[in-house]
């Protein structure tokens, strides 16, 4: 089992849609949860974090944190075509290593 | 404020070789961890410092190793390249361990032929 999936992509929107992502979780743990985004040939980009239970929203970009479920989700809002990216999931449960899900694509379409 | 940096920023070796990537983190970051990106995965885990000494290792050969100087940036070396080598080398910076925000460097796009 990977300690961290995320569902399988590509995931392709309509422009002023919202995008849904969403990650599960192995180690019960985890502590810390993270959302990256990635445009292709770059580096990944830290957009949210979320520790504890409930939702937690940035501008268009809401996590949402189910610890019993094991579940992280991020929604985009009001989608627009620089959303289209490949996010990633992250999740510590120690102090020194992150362990990501291998990325879902957004696609979104004007 | 300087973002993470990470030289240099494509890298082309040969099989057999030995290759040095150096990262310098956030001003007042203590932290710096290395990761590997293979294309259509998410970054894999080889180290993590944290004022100068090593806090942890991922799955990674010893062919991969790492050092922290006391400015608090990073150099990762691997010895004897291998094709399966070739990746996106990402350099992350924190503040302390992973209960923090990490950010990225632009990474080191590594070619081994």
């Known amino acids: 089992q990977k300690e961290v999936e995320q569902n399988s992509g590509p995931l392709s929107v309509p422009e002023g849609a919202i995008a849904s992502l969403n990650c599960t979780y192995s180690d019960r743990g985890s502590q810390s949860f993270f959302w990256y985004r990635q445009y292709s040939g770059k580096s990944p980009e830290l957009i949210m974090s979320?520790?504890?239970?409930g939702d937690k929203e940035d501008g268009r970009f809401t996590a949402q944190l189910n610890k019993a479920s094991q579940y992280v989700s991020l929604l985009i809002r009001d989608s627009q075509p620089s959303d289209s990216a490949t996010y990633l999931c992250?999740?510590?449960?120690?102090?020194?290593?992150?362990?990501f899900g291998a990325g879902t694509t957004v696609t979104v379409r004007a | 404020d300087a973002g993470v940096t990470q030289s240099p920023t494509h890298l082309i070796k040969t099989r057999g070789q030995q290759v040095t990537l150096r990262c310098s983190p956030i001003s007042g970051h203590k932290s710096v961890s290395w990761y590997q990106q293979v294309l259509g995965q998410g970054p894999q885990f080889i180290f993590q410092y944290y004022e100068k000494e090593e806090r942890g290792r991922g799955n990674f050969p010893d062919r991969f190793s790492a050092r922290q100087f006391p400015n608090y940036s990073s150099e990762l070396n691997v010895n004897a390249l291998l094709l399966g080598d070739s990746a996106l080398y990402l350099c992350?910076?924190?503040?302390?361990?992973?209960?923090?925000?990490?950010?990225f460097g632009q990474g080191t796009r590594l070619t081994v032929v």
């Open positions: 979320i520790y504890s239970n």
């Open positions: 992250a999740v510590s449960s120690n102090d020194y290593k992150l362990s």
């Open positions: 992350a910076s924190s503040q302390g361990g992973f209960t923090t925000e990490a950010f």
